[in-house]
């Protein structure tokens, strides 16, 4: 089993929609969760993160965080075709006191038609 | 501007012809990390570095070397490069471990 795990996709929403973007993780001690969004050609860039159950919201992206059934998520309301991107779970698990490991999904695709 | 700093952006080397991607950070961030970035694969970590003189291996650290001799500058050697590490390295950093990364803008290696 993946550690972190998502829908590859494509999602396809019409622009205006919420699209809704799923992750589930494996490591129960996982402290941290980050959301990026990476265009085509380039770096991830941080969009999100939530580091405490329940929904965290800025601007129009809503981070859940559900750390019983160990799951997370991305909303975007009023999707742009700007928003276009792969969207990439990430998941921070302490190892220590001081070390962590910081653990990618693969990543979902999200279409937004115009 | 705050930013992480990758050179070369494109590289092609041959088999067995050791190379270095720099990076460097002007945010005086603790943590820095290398990965690569394959189809299919996604992100994956191949060295991270807690502080100077502090690094440790991620899942994929076969055929490549890290040193961390000063808190900005987190050096990938490929010692002696494989087709097999054809891919996209991003190298970046962050504030600490609890917090999310910033990245360079990638550097795209080709091995023949």
């Known amino acids: 089993q993946k550690e972190v795990e998502q829908n590859s996709g494509p999602l396809s929403v019409p622009e205006g929609a919420i699209a809704s973007l799923n992750c589930t993780y494996s490591?129960?001690?996982?402290?941290?969760f980050f959301w990026y969004r990476q265009y085509s050609g380039k770096s991830p860039e941080l969009i999100m993160s939530?580091?405490?159950?329940g929904d965290k919201e800025d601007g129009r992206f809503t981070a859940q965080l559900n750390k019983a059934s160990q799951y997370v998520s991305l909303l975007i309301r009023d999707s742009q075709p700007s928003d276009s991107a792969t969207y990439l779970c990430?998941?921070?698990?302490?190892?220590?006191?001081?070390?962590?490991?910081?653990?990618f999904g693969t990543g979902t695709r999200l279409k937004v038609l115009a | 501007e705050a930013q992480v700093t990758q050179n070369p952006r494109y590289l092609i080397t041959v088999t067995g012809k050791k190379l270095t991607v720099t990076c460097s950070q002007n945010?005086?961030?603790?943590?820095m990390s290398w990965y690569r970035q394959d189809p299919g694969l996604g992100l994956r970590q191949i060295y991270y570095?807690?502080?100077?003189?502090?690094?440790d291996k991620g899942d994929v650290p076969e055929g490549y070397k890290v040193s961390r001799k000063e808190k900005r500058n987190f050096p990938l050697i490929l010692e002696s490069p494989s087709p097999n590490q054809t891919s996209l390295y991003f190298c970046?950093?962050?504030?600490?471990?609890?917090?999310?990364?910033?990245f360079g803008s990638g550097t795209r290696l080709t091995v023949v």
């Open positions: 570095s807690m502080n100077v003189e502090v690094t």
């Open positions: 990430a998941v921070n698990m302490g190892l220590t006191s001081r070390t962590y490991k910081y653990i």
């Open positions: 939530i580091y405490s159950n």
């Open positions: 945010m005086n961030h603790e943590y």
């Open positions: 490591d129960r001690v996982s402290q941290s």
């Open positions: 970046a950093s962050s504030l600490s471990g609890v917090y999310g990364y910033t």
